[in-house]
T-cell receptor
């Protein structure tokens, strides 16, 4: 069975641009969560979606937004990119909203120049 | 503020020995914990989860939860060089099921 898939794997953008990251959960999983991870730190929670509705939001500015589609795939959008947005963006899926447990995709490495 | 804390390491352990990784937490309410392994440049991979006080064993791995002392441990028996990685501890909040993550402990297994 396919695991969580994320695209693209790497992305280079400049300050002020916008980016869209994509995630497809494990088949049968209805919950998708997005995390930002910078070097030397644990993942920081950005959003959780379950059944196309937002279930949780972390402490990130409004430049970050997300949505979930009827097939449970998800997109994370980041507007007005800043240098500090450079990080590994992780998508995790779980069978329900209780995150028991979460399984991660390979991530998208975003570099801002 | 709820926190999960881990010693950043590196923790160096000889091959074949037991590696002991610890994680302390501030939120007494939650009883659900997860251990993930993360190789450099890769994404976290689930190793074990533990939902109740006591020990849980899976192959070479044992997770231990001590609610009274507010710590959770991961023991790796017969450590192998392939176990060299950063180990992340996460606590799941009871209120909203979100995960609170530690910063991870870097483990180095020396041949």
């Amino acid at each position: 069975d396919a695991g969580v898939t994320q695209s693209p794997t790497h992305l280079i953008k400049t300050r002020g641009q916008q980016v869209t990251l994509r995630c497809s959960p494990i088949s049968g999983h209805k919950s998708v969560s997005w995390y930002q991870q910078v070097l030397g730190q644990g993942p920081q929670f950005i959003f959780q979606y379950y059944e196309k509705e937002e279930r949780g939001r972390g402490n990130f500015p409004d430049r970050f937004s997300a949505r979930q589609f009827p097939n449970y795939s998800s997109e994370l959008n980041v507007n007005a990119l800043l240098l500090g947005d450079s990080a590994l963006y992780l998508c995790a899926s779980s069978s329900d909203w209780r995150n028991q447990p979460q399984h991660f995709g390979d991530g998208t490495r975003l570099s801002i120049l | 503020q709820k926190e999960v804390e881990q010693n950043s390491g590196p923790l160096s352990v000889p091959e074949g020995a037991i590696a002991s990784l610890n994680c302390t937490y501030s939120d007494r309410g939650s009883q659900s914990f997860f251990w993930y392994r993360q190789y450099s440049g890769k994404s976290p991979e689930l190793i074990m989860f533990i939902y109740s006080n006591g020990d849980k064993e899976d192959g070479r791995f044992t997770a231990q939860l001590n609610k009274a002392s507010q710590y959770v441990s991961l023991l790796i028996r017969d450590s192998q060089p392939s176990d060299s990685a950063t180990y992340l501890c996460a606590q799941r909040e009871d209120s909203n099921y979100q995960l609170i993550w530690g910063a991870g402990t870097k483990l180095i297994i020396k041949p």
